[in-house]
T-cell receptor
C-alpha cells in the first residue's frame, strides 16, 4: 500500500466548476506539499502545509493532521488549470533521514 | 540563480555509455532530492541529501546509479552503463532544510537511452 494515496486518479470538469482533489497518508508527517505538473513535465510547488489552510488565488489547500488527510480545491476552474496535481508528504525516518513520498497524481482536465 | 537549475535539459546516449546529470540547488538549501519519472509513471525517489549527513540512498535502483554532493552545493547523479529502462526525466528538488519547508523543483533532465 502506498503511504500517500490520492483520489481521484482522473478528473474531468467543465469550466467554472469547483474542484476537489483528496490526499490521505498513512504515517506521521511533518509537512505536506501540493505540486502541479503541466504537460512537458515542469513541476511547480503550489503549497506547503503543516496545519490548517492556505489560499492562493483560486487555489485552497487544507490539511487535517488528526485524520491524516489533505484536500486541494480549485474554485471557478479554467482550462489552464488542466495539469497533474501531486500530493507529497515529507516523512521522517529518524535522525536527519527523511523523504518526500509522492502520491500517484490526479490528472485534471477542464473543458471550456 | 533564482531557482533550481538542472543540466543538461535533454540527453540522448547510447546504451552502455555513462552519463552525468547535474543539479544546482537554490543557494542556502541544505536538503536536495533526486527523483525520476518514467513515461506515464509517477515520481520515483532516488536519493536524498541533507547537509553533511549521510545521504539516504535507499531509492537508487541499482549499483549503476550513484550521486554525490559536496556540502550544500551542486549535486551530480551518475548512471553507469546506461540501459534503455533508464530512459526517464530525472528531477532534482531542494528545500531550505528538512521536509517542513517548501520544495523547489528543477525543470528536469530528459534522458533517452537508445
Amino acid at each position: 500500500k502506498n503511504e500517500v494515496e490520492q483520489s481521484p486518479q482522473n478528473l474531468t470538469a467543465q469550466e467554472g466548476e469547483f474542484i476537489t482533489i483528496n490526499c490521505s497518508y498513512s504515517v506521521g508527517i511533518s509537512a505536506l506539499h501540493w505540486l502541479q505538473q503541466h504537460p512537458g513535465g515542469g513541476i511547480v510547488s503550489l503549497f506547503m502545509l503543516s496545519s490548517g489552510k492556505k489560499k492562493h488565488g483560486r487555489l485552497i489547500a487544507t490539511i487535517n493532521i488528526q485524520e491524516k488527510h489533505s484536500s486541494l480545491h480549485i474554485t471557478a476552474s479554467h482550462p489552464r488549470d488542466s495539469a497533474v496535481y501531486i500530493c507529497a508528504a515529507f516523512i521522517y525516518y529518524g535522525g536527519s533521514q527523511g523523504n518526500l513520498i509522492f502520491g500517484k497524481g490526479t490528472k485534471l482536465s477542464v473543458k471550456p | 540563480g533564482a531557482g533550481v537549475s538542472q543540466s543538461p535539459s535533454n540527453k540522448v546516449t547510447e546504451k552502455g555509455k555513462d552519463v552525468e546529470l547535474r543539479c544546482d540547488p537554490i543557494s542556502g538549501h541544505t536538503a536536495l532530492y533526486w527523483y525520476r519519472q518514467r513515461l506515464g509513471q509517477g515520481l520515483e525517489f532516488l536519493i536524498y541529501f541533507q547537509g553533511n549527513s549521510a545521504p539516504d540512498k535507499s531509492g537508487l535502483p541499482s549499483d549503476r546509479f550513484s550521486a554525490e554532493r559536496t556540502g550544500e552545493s551542486v549535486s551530480t547523479l551518475t548512471i553507469q552503463r546506461t540501459q534503455q529502462e533508464d530512459s526517464a526525466v530525472y528531477l532534482c528538488a531542494s528545500s531550505l532544510t528538512r521536509g517542513n519547508t517548501e520544495a523547489f523543483f528543477g525543470q528536469g533532465t530528459r534522458l533517452t537511452v537508445v
